[in-house]
């Protein structure tokens, strides 16, 4: 695919090399000279340095042939005069990055499609959406809920005395399991289970299973004693931090520690859940914390634009007895480490919006593609499409790739776990779960 990218920031600039790894013809436009050497010196793409709004410089870098357009600078007025320029010149899709929630309401949808504008992306909200997610239930790493939570995918950190420990999946995943082991995170790597493999100690395990079976797994996995979150403390009340707090529920209290007094003031005004207090300090100061009663709290969370300083935030809490940690991390060359020091669950907002890029690329009908940041790996939910491959046969014959598994599928309202004899059917919605990279080889399956 054609592919063009405005803005060399960091999620441009992310975007760009994960897509150039798939090799796709990529072309990076930006006016920073320094940032567009930097990208170049080390990736097989065009750059243009220039302005992405200008009309000329569009034209010069060949929008009208291009599969997507992509506007990540960080003005969102111009990402979406960049992104209606392009449509207008020829860009068949066109993905704009904004910072007002408002745009990124389902309502608005059509407008945006009818100005050429085919897909917003607001990755605050979405981390924030996964923020709140992980902290309402204080001993999984990951849950994400399809159709509607008729599917729910959970990933849990095992530790030394869980039940699962030891057993070939073979006989903890029969064909009448109430769950499915879709990958293990072990270390660095993440494996696509086989019958054989056995889950370890400090291993991450991602399940796929139904609403009523979430306790016996939360059992299974020995995590009944982690506590309910009741009480919340957020270090940094950038606009993550303050659009979690309004997905919070009303059995929760938060409060949010931000050392700029202007910003205070204006996150009073727009916070309007009556559970949260808003606090001028420095969060990384113990004596504050223990004051604010850190010790007494269910859960931390570390939002700073820092990657550095909310990795060590969220040590410092874990030593102060805060068994639910969770920290956004920004420099993607962090991740491993804080995952190494078991610091939580960690957030990157650049893998939402690669996540919601990829499923702009797909041609195959995705209705979601999310990208796990601590697994390397994207879970996506397929439409079966009337004669698609992967009707054809039981899956076990389908000869997926090793580096694929499918976890679950919705018919008609209700959710089925996959297994080697299940025959998918048109109409299905088909989730799979894929090592980076694989994704695009399921393509043909579901096509």
């Known amino acids: 695919m054609k592919i063009i990218i405005a803005g060399a920031g960091a999620v441009g600039t992310h975007l760009a ?10 072309t990076l436009i930006d006016e920073d000279p320094e940032r567009l050497e930097n990208v170049s010196n080390d990736f097989d793409l065009l750059t243009v340095c220039a302005s992405p709004s200008a009309i000329s410089t569009l034209r010069d870098a060949e929008v009208g042939s291009a599969d997507l357009f992509i506007g990540v600078t960080p003005d969102e007025a111009h990402n979406m005069t960049c992104c209606m320029l392009a449509s207008k010149l020829g860009a068949k899709k066109t ?95 993440t494996l696509i289970p086989h019958g054989a493999d056995v889950i370890e100690d400090r291993d991450v395990v991602y399940f796929m299973t139904m609403p009523e079976h979430i306790q016996h797994i939360r059992e299974i996995a020995g995590k009944n004693d982690y506590p309910d979150v009741k ?128 499923r702009m690329m797909l041609r195959a009908d995705v209705t979601t593609v999310k990208s796990l940041t601590v697994a390397n790996a994207d879970v996506a939910e397929f439409k079966v499409a009337e004669g698609a491959k992967v009707t054809r046969k039981p899956v076990k014959d389908l000869h997926l790739p090793e580096s694929v598994t499918l976890g679950g599928l919705v018919r008609d309202g209700k959710g089925i776990l996959i297994n080697g004899m299940t025959q998918i059917r048109p109409g299905d919605t088909v989730v799979t779960f894929c090592l980076e990279g694989a994704i695009k080889k399921l393509e043909k399956y579901f096509n």
């Open 231 to 358: 009480n919340l403390i957020i270090m940094g009340g950038g606009s993550v931090a303050a659009h979690a707090v309004q997905l919070m529920p009303d059995y929760m209290q938060a409060k949010i520690i931000e050392s700029d007094s202007k910003r205070c003031l204006r996150l009073n005004e727009i916070i309007t859940h009556r559970n949260v207090l808003i606090l001028h300090g420095d969060g990384r100061d113990l004596n504050l914390l223990e004051e604010e009663g850190i010790r007494s709290a269910e859960a931390f969370a570390a939002l700073t634009e820092n990657s550095e300083t909310n990795i060590l935030a969220c040590l410092a809490a874990k030593r102060l007895g805060v068994r639910k940690t969770v920290a956004m991390v920004e420099n993607t060359d962090y991740i491993s480490m804080a995952e190494s020091l078991d610091i939580g669950t960690i957030i990157n907002k650049k893998t939402f919006a690669a996540g919601h890029i990829y």
């Open 95 to 189: 993905v704009a990055r904004v910072d007002n929630y408002e745009y990124s309401l389902p309502e608005h949808t059509d407008f945006f499609r009818s100005v050429g504008i085919s897909s917003i992306i607001y990755p605050e909200m979405l981390a924030a959406g996964e923020i709140m997610q992980n902290i309402k239930r204080s001993w999984i790493r990951q849950w994400w809920e399809v159709q509607g939570g008729t599917l729910i995918m959970i990933g849990v950190k095992v530790r030394n005395g869980a039940g699962i420990l030891g057993q070939p999946l073979r006989d903890l995943c029969g064909p009448d399991s109430p769950f499915h082991v879709v990958a293990i995170k072990r270390g660095s790597e």
């Open 17 to 26: 090399k994960l897509l150039v790894r798939e090799n796709h013809d990529i």
